[in-house]
């Protein structure tokens, strides 16, 4: 049973504060993804990553950092947290150059900055 | 570029109503797939239905109907005779097919199906 797990479902910060979302995939996808949903926003790409050590931004990457050290492992990083950062964050893996195949999604991480 | 546009935000029905979700695209490609996601409450997308640009037949699920037309542009979802589970955010997605590489599939902003009993 292929799976997405994400390290929190719900996460409580102060602003300014370091945050560490983390994402594991165990079925050895290459691609990764991670999403912010808002309310009528939909879900919007932040980063992506197409391998270990490889970054790609996506639509909104301001505010966020990732990290690839290892193939299963992706993490989304808040440098200094804000309230505008109150989201849900979708994590998402996929197989390389595979169209046809769907996006794998964790159970997401519910975060409030306050 | 590619869009995906899901112009109705919320849908509110009564049980056993049968409902349409709309789903419009947009994209130069001759080669494409569509995907429709449900998410319920709980939070993870699930899965629904994936289809290719040169496969227009409609398909049938159970209580949910896909209605695929390339003339249109459009990727409508039925649900018939509703049930208050059915109750969720439906995302519709398009991903275009490059040659070899990673690719970033696009998603709709949702609409939101709220089923009354």
């Known amino acids: 049973d292929v799976k997405v797990t994400q390290s929190s479902r719900y996460l409580v910060k102060r602003t300014g504060e370091k945050v560490f979302l983390e994402c594991v995939q165990d079925m050895d996808h290459e691609n990764m993804f991670w999403y912010r949903q808002d309310p009528g926003l939909g879900l919007r790409l932040i980063y992506f990553s197409y391998d270990v050590k490889m970054k790609e931004k996506g639509d909104i990457p301001e505010g966020y950092s990732v990290s690839r050290e290892k193939k299963e492992r992706f993490s989304l990083i808040l440098e200094s947290a804000s309230t505008n950062q109150t989201s849900m964050y979708l994590c998402?893996?996929?197989?390389?150059?595979?169209?046809?195949?769907?996006?794998?999604f964790g159970p997401g991480t519910r975060l409030t900055v306050l | 570029a590619q869009k995906v546009t899901q112009a109705q935000t919320e849908i509110s029905v009564v049980e056993k109503e049968d409902v349409t979700l709309d789903c419009v695209y947009e994209?130069?490609?001759?080669?494409?797939?569509l995907f429709w996601y449900k998410q319920p409450p709980s939070g993870e997308l699930v899965f629904l239905i994936r289809?290719?640009?040169?496969?227009?037949q409609n398909e049938i699920s159970g209580r949910y109907s896909w209605n695929f037309q390339k003339s249109t542009s459009s990727f409508n979802f039925t649900i018939t005779a509703s049930q208050v589970v059915d109750s969720a955010v439906y995302f519709c997605a398009l991903s275009e097919a490059k040659a070899g590489g990673s690719y970033i599939p696009t998603f709709g902003r949702g609409t939101s199906l709220i089923v009354h009993p």
């Open positions: 289809r290719n640009s040169f496969d227009e």
């Open positions: 994209t130069r490609d001759t080669t494409y797939y």
């Open positions: 998402a893996s996929l197989p390389w150059g595979s169209v046809t195949d769907t996006q794998y």
